[in-house]
């Protein structure tokens, strides 16, 4: 196991805080091991930590707001700060009552969910001003590098994070069969879970092959159009606005992300033809055996930025598209990823995207090219060597 300090040191400023502590992430991710990191950090006894993991069968009977109270109340015997941690509490109806009387007492909570929607709703309603939440990922490439004991990472140990991704469990599996059944029985689990029995779908066929779309297509701008012509071309009807609820579902069962196009010229955020990631490049190994590796970089640099800390969305110009513009605070940063800049024509394409912007702000080009192709004012680095950038 790997102290996850690229989550708790986000998290870390916030443990004696009154504020609610929500951990968001796909199933599997590695949101139990970092609350579990959580507890170990803080200095209080372990009679004043409450940890409760509500897929453990130990703890089936909390099924509402009044159980998960009472049993916790039981626990609470004196007027010193309690510690309560609860994960995957989307399982406990009308959890968000019992959490908003656990506040008044106490007490620093930390709760976490395989579910966006955790965020909205009651949770919202009830705790508004009262939370901060933090998006969980599997494990980044340097978190890959580092359990594996990889001291010279590689292209080899960067195309088998490609090939099978960063969800914890994954590491301890050395054959490609077992890996192959391991991301077939998560990705049935996340979609039996989180998606199918949450919003009740019966068309299960349908869900499959709209993520199947979604995971040969990460990198491309979305459209209901393009979508529908896929299953179309499938045998299978939908209407738009049952589409459009699919992919509500799956991003929030953080299956993939959805990414926003950005006018930079007119400096605003657009509606429409977003983009999707996958939240890890493993899972698409399940719908297709086939690697676009320009891709799949592409995708690998979104989740980085995410894990960093930063808001991102696809930059749009007049005649160009940048992949990703990083935001932080005051702080901006454009990125263009490929997989190699074999040509002058790829060389142009990529660094000439940023032409028209005229700003300041750091510009890159990412790709696995080990000579320096930076020019212009334009950063160019070997994607490997900024991935383990800390």
Same mark, same amino acid.
């Given at each position: #196991?790997?102290?996850?300090?690229?989550?708790l040191k986000k998290i870390r400023p916030f443990y004696e805080n009154e504020l609610i502590k929500v951990l968001i992430g796909i199933r599997r991710c590695g949101k139990s091991v970092i609350l579990k990191q959580i507890a170990n950090e803080i200095k209080a006894d372990d009679a004043h930590k409450i940890f409760i993991n509500f897929e453990d069968?130990?703890?089936?009977?909390?099924?509402?707001?009044?159980?998960?109270?009472?049993?916790?109340?039981?626990?609470?015997?004196?007027?010193?700060?309690?510690?309560?941690?609860?994960?995957?509490?989307?399982?406990?109806?009308?959890?968000?009552?019992? !959490?908003?009387?656990?506040?008044?007492?106490?007490?620093?909570?930390?709760?976490? +969910?395989?579910?966006?929607?955790?965020?909205?709703?009651?949770?919202?309603?009830?705790?508004?001003?009262?939370? &901060?939440?933090?998006?969980?990922?599997?494990?980044?490439?340097?978190?890959?590098?580092?359990?594996?004991?990889?001291?010279?990472? $590689?292209?080899?140990?960067? #195309?088998?994070?490609?090939?099978? +991704?960063? #969800?914890?469990?994954?590491?301890?599996?050395?054959? $490609?069969?077992?890996?192959?059944?391991?991301?077939?029985?998560?990705?049935?689990?996340?979609? @039996?879970?989180?998606?199918?029995?949450?919003?009740?779908?019966?068309?299960?066929?349908?869900?499959?092959k709209i993520i199947d779309y979604l995971s040969i297509n990460t990198s491309q701008i979305f459209s209901g159009t393009s979508i529908a012509n896929f299953l179309k071309s499938e045998k299978r009807d939908c209407s738009k606005e049952s589409l459009y609820n699919y992919l509500a579902f799956i991003t929030n069962s953080c299956i993939v992300n959805? %990414?926003?196009?950005?006018?930079?010229? +007119?400096?605003?955020?657009?509606?429409?033809?977003?983009?999707?990631?996958?939240?890890? &490049? +493993?899972?698409?190994? %399940?719908?297709?055996?086939? %690697?676009?590796?320009?891709?799949?970089?592409?995708?690998?640099?979104?989740?980085?930025?995410?894990?960093?800390?930063?808001?991102?969305?696809?930059?749009?110009?007049?005649?160009?598209?940048? $992949?990703? %513009?990083?935001?932080?605070?005051?702080?901006?940063?454009?990125?263009?990823?490929?997989?190699?800049?074999?040509?002058?024509?790829?060389?142009?394409?990529?660094?000439?995207?940023?032409?028209?912007?005229?700003?300041?702000?750091?510009?890159? &080009?990412?790709?696995?090219?080990?000579?320096?192709?930076?020019?212009?004012?334009?950063?160019?680095?070997? !994607?490997?060597?900024?991935? @383990?950038?800390?």
């Open positions: #196991m790997i102290i996850r300090e690229t989550w069968l130990e703890f089936n009977a909390l099924q509402d707001e009044l159980s998960l109270y009472n049993y916790v109340k039981t626990l609470i015997t004196d007027e010193k700060k309690y510690y309560l941690f609860f994960d995957e509490i989307q399982n406990v109806q009308n959890f968000e009552k019992a !959490i908003n009387s656990f506040r008044l007492l106490n007490t620093s909570i930390f709760i976490t +969910g395989s579910n966006a929607k955790l965020l909205s709703g009651e949770l919202a309603t009830l705790l508004s001003g009262r939370y &901060v939440s933090f998006k969980i990922l599997p494990f980044t490439f340097t978190e890959a590098v580092e359990i594996q004991g990889i001291k010279n990472p $590689d292209e080899k140990t960067l #195309m088998d994070y490609i090939q099978w +991704g960063g #969800m914890p469990q994954r590491f301890s599996i050395k054959h $490609d069969d077992e890996l192959k059944i391991f991301l077939s029985d998560l990705y049935d689990s996340i979609v @039996l879970k989180d998606v199918v029995a949450r919003y009740k779908i019966q068309n299960i066929a349908l869900l499959n959805k %990414i926003s196009r950005y006018d930079i010229q +007119g400096k605003k955020i657009l509606t429409t033809l977003e983009k999707f990631y996958l939240t890890d &490049v +493993g899972l698409a190994r %399940i719908h297709s055996t086939k %690697i676009d590796f320009g891709a799949s970089l592409e995708n690998i640099v979104y989740n980085e930025l995410v894990s960093r800390g930063y808001e991102v969305y696809i930059g749009i110009l007049r005649n160009a598209e940048i $992949d990703f %513009i990083a935001q932080k605070g005051n702080q901006k940063e454009y990125f263009q990823v490929c997989y190699l800049l074999a040509s002058e024509e790829t060389v142009k394409r990529e660094f000439g995207a940023f032409d028209s912007v005229r700003d300041n702000y750091p510009k890159y &080009v990412l790709s696995l090219d080990k000579f320096d192709f930076s020019q212009n004012g334009i950063i160019h680095k070997n !994607i490997i060597d900024w991935l @383990l950038e800390t």
